[in-house]
């Protein structure tokens, strides 16, 4: 039994607040960025520390930062932006996941000459070639204000009426909400939450006119949220439209400004979710799915009629997978689409297959010309910023380990990475030539964040500074391939461990679903949670099984029906391999932790596999799979009123009468993603069947809790359930 040393205790004492204060190191890491015409400025949100929550508005030109809109010095805009917000844009920062306040979010114009932003509801625009920010006169609270792309309008929601005025202050109202169940240019619930929709208007290239989603909520099941903690407080009520239920009926329309209205027209009972829309110089379209998921159609539409034609149709017999950026046309019409080929998804452009087998295909960032800017990976561990120019293949552009993303315009791009180092921002100049002829699909890499200059191949690359705190832990990771399916897997050991001096309890932290990966070469917050586990005395063990992204369509889907069993093995197998790479893991001590999906599979290894995990931390864990969303869920199980044999073998309820092993359950009792019923219901059931067990609520918490004393504080508390849990075989030091 070995001892952990005096600089566990500091850790213990450091990272959690840190981790809490820095909202989970996401303050002072520049994000949102648009680029001029000419590549030549760059427009981008900050905050001013890694402790400041404030977020500002920032241009970089030639080297150096000007601070555009600073909210603490905006007459009326409340305390430095963090007043009342609409209830509108206080679920669009939900679904962002967004920790920050002020200027959080941003549209520019076309020439990122005018940007709109809202704070605390009010309309503020300011120039970036000049003075200060000034506001502007509108009807209401505002929500997603967007300038029109010659800069003479911006458009609004407000009370979920579709707006626009210009700067003069003249404010037209280009669509009435029918009624309380009724908003325009809003995204609804699935399609912000589950298919990373988060705008409902596109404006035409014309400034006239605008493309419109109208969402209607009524046929949704409404859920209540309240607070326990005030009795006296009303609770508030939601749509949420769990499986198996009827969805917000979605449509579109063509607005114009002088108050004509266009419906678009296609087959809504056959296709009744609107995946994605946009207006480019072709004209108006649209990408719709089959509530089965199984069908994606593109299509145009003629603004003059509202009437459609279906450009493209994929198919898939589990699901299509949807992918960000997609649909997109280039400068001659060719649709960028993905393609799902067995073990890898291929990016096409006009038909055809640019990207080589193997390179998994992630999101599309953006179009220029002919010119397709997207992010795929190679190696599951990172993420890279590729560009395919016709005559000239793919180019990777990022360099260096790590999980990048981008923007780029005008022969530059900005890449953003999440490194070894932490976040860095580079801006990459003269990007717009491919590599020289002959050259291969991935022999012209560029520069990439920090690093310098170069030549040839590697374009100049300056840097926007982050000012994230430094965490107080240094991730140390030592990346494993693990069983026979050569599972990613990263084990965490106490920086103080001497091999062979003691044997170490293990704790899992895994997420190991959908959408996620924890598994990479970069140091992002969960890597350092992990590392301060470990400091406590574990040897911690993240794995990516099936069903993660980012190793192709075949072990994405390898899920599909059965959400739970393919993810909990994957877990099993990986832990028994490193307990056979490695002597000093304690496989008769062994705990798992996770959140959401990570917490739906902590409870599960304890339910279903006692003999291999002695205890268990389940935070905001989907305990009933029918309580979740249509999209999200039908996507991986079908319909519960046609597979109801997949929702019973991936939930957790029915199944509380196995248990054996300790287990904590951490619930926010105002999450409105996984709602607190999920916990609630499981722990009666816990209780009906003799089972003991703990239950932490989280008063006022959604699902990832924003209260920094709250998040300061759940580190410990799941440290100290674990050691007790493990019988205090692990010396606290």
Request: net charge negative; charged share 20%; glycine share 12%.
């Amino acid at each position: 039994m070995n001892s952990a040393p005096a600089t566990s205790s500091t850790h213990s004492t450091d990272f959690p607040r840190q981790l809490a204060r820095s909202r989970r190191f996401s303050l002072g890491v520049p994000r949102h960025f648009t680029l001029s015409p000419d590549g030549s400025r760059v427009l981008f949100v900050r905050t001013v520390s890694g402790t400041d929550p404030v977020g500002r508005l920032w241009q970089y030109e030639d080297g150096t930062e000007r601070l555009l809109a600073d909210p603490a010095l905006l007459v009326g805009s409340g305390s430095g932006g963090s007043g009342a917000v609409p209830e509108e844009e206080r679920l669009r920062r939900e679904r962002a996941r967004e920790r920050s306040v002020g200027v959080v979010s941003y549209a520019a114009d076309s020439a990122a000459r005018l940007v709109a932003f809202a704070l605390s509801g009010a309309l503020w625009a300011v120039r970036t070639d000049g003075g200060a920010p000034f506001s502007v006169p509108a009807a209401g609270p505002v929500v997603d204000p967007r300038p029109s792309p010659d800069g003479r309008h911006i458009a609004y929601v407000s009370r979920r009426c579709f707006h626009v005025v210009d700067l003069t202050g003249a404010d037209r109202r280009l669509a009435a909400a029918e009624g309380p169940d009724v908003s325009y240019g809003l995204a609804e619930y699935v399609a912000a939450e589950s298919m990373n929709r988060m705008r409902g208007y596109w404006w035409a290239p014309d400034s006239r006119h605008v493309l419109v989603a109208r969402a209607d909520t009524g046929p949704v099941e409404r859920r209540y949220i309240g607070d326990p903690a005030d009795p006296t407080k009303p609770p508030r009520a939601i749509p949420y439209p769990a499986a198996g239920t009827p969805n917000a009926e979605v449509t579109l329309q063509i607005l114009s400004l002088e108050g004509e209205r266009v419906d678009v027209e296609w087959d809504r009972t056959a296709y009744e979710y609107l995946v994605d829309a946009g207006w480019d110089a072709h004209g108006p379209y649209l990408a719709v799915q089959s509530r089965d998921q199984r069908i994606v159609r593109t299509l145009s539409v003629d603004p003059a009629t509202g009437a459609t034609t279906v450009l493209h149709e994929r198919t898939d017999p589990a699901w299509v997978e949807l992918v960000d950026g997609t649909p997109a046309r280039t400068a001659s019409g060719a649709l960028v689409l993905p393609e799902d080929d067995g073990e890898t998804r291929y990016l096409t452009v006009g038909g055809h297959r640019v990207t080589p087998e193997g390179l998994q295909l992630c999101a599309v960032l953006g179009v220029e010309g002919e010119r397709v800017l997207f992010t795929a990976s190679a190696d599951p561990l990172e993420t890279h910023v590729w560009c395919h120019d016709p005559g000239h293949g793919c180019r990777r552009l990022s360099r260096g380990p790590g999980r990048y993303t981008g923007v780029g315009r005008g022969g530059t791009v900005v890449l953003a990475g999440v490194t070894p180092r932490g976040n860095e921002v580079g801006v990459l100049r003269g990007t717009g030539a491919g590599p020289e002829p002959g050259q291969g699909p991935d022999t012209g890499t560029a520069a990439g964040p920090g690093t310098g200059t170069g030549t040839h191949d590697e374009a100049p690359c300056q840097a926007i500074a982050s000012l994230a705190e430094e965490p107080s832990v240094t991730p140390r990771p030592l990346h494993l391939l693990l069983g026979e399916r050569q599972l990613r897997g990263a084990l965490f050991l106490p920086s103080w461990h001497e091999e062979g001096a003691a044997k170490l309890p293990v704790l899992l932290d895994p997420y190991g679903g959908p959408a996620m990966q924890q598994v990479g070469r970069d140091r992002g917050w969960p890597s350092c949670v992990s590392q301060w586990f470990a400091e406590q005395g574990f040897a911690v063990l993240v794995v990516d099984g099936r069903g993660t992204p980012n190793r192709g369509p075949a072990w994405e889907k390898a899920i599909l029906g059965d959400q739970l069993t393919p993810a909990l093995e994957d877990q099993v197998d990986a832990l028994r391999a490193a307990g056979a790479r490695f002597d000093d893991l304690d496989l008769t001590r062994v705990a798992i932790r996770g959140w959401s999906f990570g917490g739906f599979l902590a409870a599960a290894a304890v339910l279903h596999h006692p003999e291999v995990f002695h205890a268990a931390v389940a935070g905001a864990p989907p305990t009933d799979q029918r309580l979740y969303d249509t999209h999200w869920k039908e996507r991986y199980l079908g319909h519960p009123e046609e597979h109801p044999e997949n929702y019973v073998r991936s939930s957790l309820a029915g199944h509380g009468h196995l248990l054996r092993r300790p287990l904590l359950l951490i619930h926010g009792l105002a999450d409105d993603n996984v709602a607190v019923a999920h916990t609630l219901r499981f722990s009666a059931e816990l209780l009906a069947a003799g089972k003991p067990h703990s239950v932490l609520p989280l008063p006022g918490a959604t699902h990832l809790p924003a209260d920094d004393t709250v998040n300061a504080q759940l580190l410990h508390f799941q440290r100290d359930f674990l050691l007790d849990a493990l019988a205090g075989r692990v010396d606290e030091g």
